[in-house]
């Protein structure tokens, strides 16, 4: 080559430089832009402060919630349940006062005292709905709950004259949830201490529908009284009239008329004294609600759920089966 002159072969590339670690070993160098971005570290959650909308949110959805599940879960599980309790030991108790005739046949007990609430003084069976249930007397929602209740005011079933029986739609078991379906003809068994009375349905009414003929002398008949209406949410009664095709019993002396029952005895009618155990527990629901709420942000989710999920649950259902009171006692 010529002195002064310039090869025109390119000049090679420059390998990627290596750099030697401690242990001796070269490393390479990665280009930038094959790199992984340092990882962000995230800033813990700010707690929201209970004079915060959001907090008190929280706490208002708990509470909703916790009456609505409480409520249904109680009226289709556990007062059912609670209804299948007490008629087995009605069931019991009204065949042991059988047996030794000591089951009530008027408004009066055996030592001539206002029959008590709750008694069992019959056995009232619908083959056609499969219905077989002990009738208590009395007529309020606490009597219903343990099943089909006799109103105090009126005869015995057999006995001459209307004897009148109320039973639920829909709450604690819905006994009587079927009873639309009765057709003129279908049979009904009632079984009291003077023994088996039978009768045949004739009629099917609703508010504003015509009442039956009165009875004459020596002639007997049941009343079926249940919701009419959506379950849960009844629009009036539903009567169901049947006459007594068996023999008349013996009749007791009436010794009070419907003037003496309290406006919760009659149908559609609230508990009176319902108000105050229902205040009680939404107090202690409102409570708990507040403290999950403070849980949630304290503990973290999981912990504050265990334990909160079996309280508002137990409260709810509480609340409900207090405020079931508070509805119509045919509901």
């Given at each position: 080559?010529t002195?002064?002159?310039?090869?025109?072969?390119?000049?090679?590339?420059?390998?990627?430089?290596?750099?030697?670690d401690?242990g001796?070993?070269?490393a390479v160098?990665?280009p930038?832009?094959?790199?992984?971005p340092?990882a962000?570290?995230?800033?813990p959650?700010?707690p929201v402060?209970?004079?915060?909308?959001?907090?008190?949110?929280?706490?208002?959805?708990l509470?909703?919630?916790?009456l609505?599940l409480?409520?249904?879960?109680h009226?289709?599980?556990?007062?059912?349940?609670?209804q299948?309790?007490?008629?087995?030991?009605?069931?019991?108790e009204?065949r042991?006062?059988?047996?030794?005739?000591?089951?009530p046949?008027?408004?009066?007990?055996g030592?001539?005292?206002?029959?008590p609430a709750g008694t069992p003084?019959?056995?009232?069976q619908i083959?056609?709905?499969?219905?077989?249930?002990?009738?208590?007397e009395g007529t309020?929602?606490?009597?219903?709950?343990?099943?089909?209740?006799?109103r105090?005011?009126?005869v015995?079933p057999?006995q001459q004259?209307?004897?009148?029986?109320?039973?639920?739609q829909a709450?604690?078991?819905g006994t009587?949830r079927d009873l639309?379906?009765l057709?003129?003809?279908?049979?009904?068994?009632?079984?009291?201490?003077?023994?088996?009375?039978?009768?045949?349905?004739?009629?099917?009414?609703?508010?504003?529908?015509?009442?039956?003929?009165p009875l004459?002398s020596?002639?007997?008949?049941?009343?079926?009284?249940t919701?009419?209406g959506?379950?849960?949410?009844?629009?009036?009664?539903?009567?169901?009239?049947?006459?007594?095709?068996?023999e008349?019993?013996?009749?007791?002396?009436?010794?009070f008329?419907?003037?003496v029952l309290?406006?919760?005895e009659?149908?559609?009618q609230p508990?009176?004294d319902s108000g105050l155990p229902?205040?009680?527990?939404?107090q202690?629901?409102?409570?708990a609600s507040?403290?999950?709420r403070?849980l949630?942000r304290t503990w973290g989710g999981a912990q504050?759920?265990?334990?909160g999920v079996?309280?508002l649950?137990a409260?709810?259902?509480?609340?409900a089966?207090?405020?079931i009171?508070?509805?119509?006692?045919?509901?």
């Amino acid at each position: 080559m010529t002195p002064g002159t310039t090869d025109a072969v390119d000049t090679p590339r420059k390998a990627p430089t290596r750099q030697n670690d401690r242990g001796g070993h070269s490393a390479v160098r990665v280009p930038r832009w094959l790199s992984r971005p340092p990882a962000r570290t995230r800033k813990p959650p700010v707690p929201v402060a209970p004079n915060e909308l959001r907090w008190w949110s929280g706490v208002v959805w708990l509470l909703l919630s916790a009456l609505l599940l409480g409520f249904v879960g109680h009226v289709v599980v556990l007062g059912a349940l609670q209804q299948a309790r007490s008629q087995s030991q009605l069931y019991q108790e009204l065949r042991s006062n059988l047996a030794q005739a000591i089951v009530p046949l008027g408004q009066l007990d055996g030592d001539s005292n206002p029959t008590p609430a709750g008694t069992p003084i019959a056995l009232i069976q619908i083959p056609s709905l499969g219905i077989s249930e002990v009738v208590v007397e009395g007529t309020t929602g606490d009597d219903l709950r343990m099943g089909p209740g006799h109103r105090r005011d009126t005869v015995l079933p057999g006995q001459q004259g209307t004897s009148v029986i109320f039973g639920r739609q829909a709450a604690y078991g819905g006994t009587f949830r079927d009873l639309g379906r009765l057709q003129p003809g279908d049979a009904i068994t009632v079984t009291t201490g003077q023994g088996v009375g039978t009768f045949e349905v004739f009629g099917i009414r609703r508010a504003g529908d015509l009442l039956p003929t009165p009875l004459d002398s020596g002639q007997g008949r049941l009343e079926l009284v249940t919701g009419d209406g959506p379950a849960l949410a009844p629009t009036g009664a539903l009567h169901v009239d049947a006459t007594l095709t068996s023999e008349v019993r013996e009749t007791p002396s009436r010794v009070f008329t419907s003037a003496v029952l309290a406006e919760s005895e009659l149908a559609m009618q609230p508990d009176a004294d319902s108000g105050l155990p229902t205040l009680f527990w939404l107090q202690w629901l409102v409570v708990a609600s507040i403290a999950v709420r403070w849980l949630l942000r304290t503990w973290g989710g999981a912990q504050a759920w265990i334990v909160g999920v079996p309280t508002l649950l137990a409260l709810g259902a509480a609340a409900a089966d207090s405020a079931i009171g508070m509805l119509p006692n045919l509901l």
